[in-house]
T-cell receptor
């Protein structure tokens, strides 16, 4: 069974430019998460979807970040415009109800 | 106070040693407990998943949950250089839906 797939793996952009990350969760997993992980820190939740509905986006900086989950499957996270402080690893994860979360390999974003 | 506390280390042990990794938490409603292993430049990989209190063993790994003390542990027996990674604890509760709370991770190095 394929795991959580993310792309791209690495992205380097200049500040003020837009960037987008894509995630394909494990088949059948209704819950999808986007996390941000800074060096030496644990993952921090940005947004959580139950099917196509965003049920927790309280930590998403909505002035520059946006996300969508098409038809309750794939998801895209966008940053526009990017700032230097957005440099981090962006992780996507998925889970069934009340079970463990499975992570993708992440996208390492560097904003210069 | 953070929901989950984890000593960041770093922890350095000789090959073959028994490793003990720990997390404490504040929310008594947590019932699902997870340990993830994260290699450098990779996404977190689920190692152990336990429900409520007790022990769970999987090969060289043992997860222990003490809900009365709000304390969880991961033991690694006969540690190997390939165990060198960052270990993240995570937990969740049915009361908080599918929201996971992560520790900051403990960096472990096993020296050959």
């Amino acid at each position: 069974e394929a795991g959580v797939v993310q792309s791209p793996r690495y992205k380097i952009i200049e500040k003020k430019q837009p960037v987008a990350f894509w995630c394909n969760p494990i088949s059948g997993h209704n819950t999808l998460y986007w996390y941000r992980q800074n060096l030496g820190q644990g993952p921090e939740l940005l947004i959580r979807y139950e099917n196509e509905e965003a049920v927790d986006d309280s930590q998403l900086p909505k002035d520059r970040f946006s996300a969508e989950r098409l038809k309750g499957v794939d998801s895209t996270l966008k940053i526009q415009p990017a700032e230097l402080g957005d440099s981090a690893v962006y992780l996507c994860a998925s889970s069934l109800v009340n079970t463990e979360a499975f992570f993708g390999q992440g996208t390492r974003l560097t904003v210069v | 106070q953070k929901e989950v506390e984890q000593d960041p280390g770093p922890l350095s042990v000789p090959e073959g040693a028994i490793v003990s990794l720990n997390c404490t938490y504040s929310n008594s409603a947590f019932q699902y407990f997870m340990w993830y292993r994260q290699y450098s430049r990779k996404g977190p990989e689920l190692l152990m998943y336990t429900y409520s209190s007790g022990n769970k063993e999987d090969g060289r790994f043992t997860a222990q949950v003490d809900k009365s003390s709000k304390y969880i542990s991961l033991f690694i027996r006969d540690s190997q250089p390939s165990d060198s990674a960052t270990y993240l604890c995570a937990m969740s509760s049915p009361n908080t839906g599918n929201q996971f709370y992560f520790g900051t991770g403990t960096s472990l190095t096993v020296i050959p």
